[in-house]
């Protein structure tokens, strides 16, 4: 599977902007998937998280309410929409997936087999 982050750029404080990741390769892996952020010169870190057949969601406590992943199985896509940026929301956005199948969601960065190369965030004015 091979992952390909999409839609990163430059936003004002208080804008909005949506990222997309494309899974590409063998069959969309019917797992869970997720977007990290790493920040520069900080770990990275979870956002979101979405199962398989998109019934459930989590959620970073410092993007809850303000952001929402989603996922189009049948585009072998996943989302994540981006309202009310900050400053502090400027980061290197990552999209993973998880090789295993069910329909559980995952919150640690280990617990995912695939990663995405990248998409750049600016919040700034």
């Known amino acids: 599977v091979q992952l390909q982050a999409s839609g990163g750029g430059l936003v004002q404080p208080g804008g909005s902007l949506r990222i997309s990741c494309a899974a590409s390769?063998?069959?969309?892996?019917?797992?869970?998937m997720g977007w990290f952020r790493q920040a520069s010169g900080k770990d990275r870190e979870f956002v979101a998280t979405i199962n398989w057949s998109g019934s459930s969601t989590y959620y970073a406590d410092s993007v809850k309410g303000r952001f929402t992943i989603s996922r189009d199985n049948a585009k072998n896509t996943v989302y994540l929409q981006m309202n009310s940026l900050k400053p502090e929301d400027t980061a290197v956005y990552y999209c993973?997936?998880?090789?295993?199948?069910?329909?559980?969601?995952?919150?640690?960065?280990?617990?995912?087999?695939?990663w995405g190369q990248g998409t750049q965030v600016t919040v700034s004015s």
């Open positions: 993973a997936a998880v090789g295993r199948g069910g329909d559980g969601y995952y919150l640690m960065s280990y617990e995912y087999d695939y």
């Open positions: 390769g063998r069959a969309f892996t019917r797992g869970a």
